[in-house]
């Protein structure tokens, strides 16, 4: 007997999955909306895919696409089904890439900020090398939100506030926004107050283009009054931290991660220190039936060792 919490025996489970080939042939379809550019990537016959689609319509009881003139579109039904789809072909290449490595080494994929790896991660790869030699950590630098479902990722860094559906997270560190520029910047355009920044050319990240309009809001200021003719935007914060160096402008940087930024204190200083803004949190994020895997948990017990070493007040346990 099993409760109905238990998982179905593998007999009943595998009575319920359609056949591979119309999984993979639902998964292009989906994916291009086209069947006849999903056979010819698959190696089929467009009547081939068409059967395929038909045959897994009738097993699931439920229209996957719909015609619009010549062109297909999902239903609510098949959007669905391509969501879950994705999901699990997805853990079937995580599972065949975990076979395919030595027995001794793991890989763990993690996704996170340039700033972040920069300041967080890098100093201390030694350490999780020391630490977990069985693991091999492989680290992927981007500001996009990776997609789990379908992306060969094990966990990410995300900040923000959440939630983000079908992931846990665990809250690594809080940030606040902190403008910084170079001490010459500073000499030549003194700022005494906030309100003094919207006189000045302003460098902005093109992946948070509305981070110093909640800085200006949360002081009672508008970017509205701001001219932003001499303003640059740059597409990664580390780069908008050098332009800052070299005099460009004013830089809305975050504190604490920026206080480990090489050049801190020296070719970079805070422009104004306001008494605390709005916060935001990095959060450490994964697929939720990734919780109890042993890589996972050696993941995040390093993150909060490596946050806790760079920022120990700012750290949330």
């Known amino acids: 007997m099993h409760d109905n919490h238990s998982p179905p025996p593998i007999s009943a489970s595998r009575a319920r999955i359609p056949p591979t080939s119309a999984l993979l042939a639902f998964e292009a379809a989906a994916r291009l909306l086209s069947f006849r550019r999903a056979a010819e990537e698959l190696g089929f ?8 689609l038909g ?10 696409f719909s015609r619009v003139g010549r062109s297909v579109r999902l239903t609510p039904a098949g959007e669905r089904f391509a969501h879950q789809v994705r999901r699990g072909l997805a853990a079937i290449n995580r599972g065949l890439d975990d076979l395919a490595t030595d027995g001794q080494t793991r890989q763990i994929r993690l996704s ?5 790896s920069q300041t967080v991660l890098v100093p201390h790869l030694r350490d999780f090398a020391r630490r977990w030699p069985r693991y091999d950590l492989r680290l992927e630098v981007t500001a996009r939100m990776v997609d789990f479902s379908i992306e060969q990722v094990d966990a990410g860094i995300r900040i923000g506030r959440g939630p983000w559906p079908g992931l846990t997270r665990t809250r690594l560190l809080t940030v606040r926004g902190l403008p910084a520029a170079s001490p010459s910047f500073l000499e030549a355009h003194p700022v005494t107050a906030p309100a003094d920044l919207l006189g000045l050319p302003l460098i902005h990240n093109a992946f948070f283009p509305s981070a110093w309009s909640d800085w200006f809001a949360v002081h009672g200021l508008s970017i509205e009054d701001h001219d932003t003719r001499r303003d640059v935007t740059l597409d990664s914060l580390p780069i908008a931290l050098e332009a800052a160096q070299h005099g460009v ?4 940087t975050m504190d604490p991660l920026v206080r480990s930024h090489p050049g801190f204190g ?3 200083i805070a422009a104004i220190d306001p008494p605390a803004s709005s916060e935001l949190s990095f959060w450490l994020v994964h697929q939720i039936e990734a919780g109890a895997d042993p890589k996972i948990k050696a993941l995040t017990h390093w993150l909060r060792d490596a946050v806790q070493a760079i ?7």
């Open 112 to 116: 996170a900020s340039a700033l972040f």
């Open 311 to 317: 920022a120990p007040s700012s750290a949330t346990r």
């Open 249 to 252: 402008g004013v830089v809305l």
């Open 266 to 268: 020296t070719t970079l």
């Open 55 to 64: 045959s897994l319509e009738a097993q699931l009881g439920e229209r996957l």
């Open 45 to 52: 016959t467009a009547s081939a895919i068409s059967h395929q």
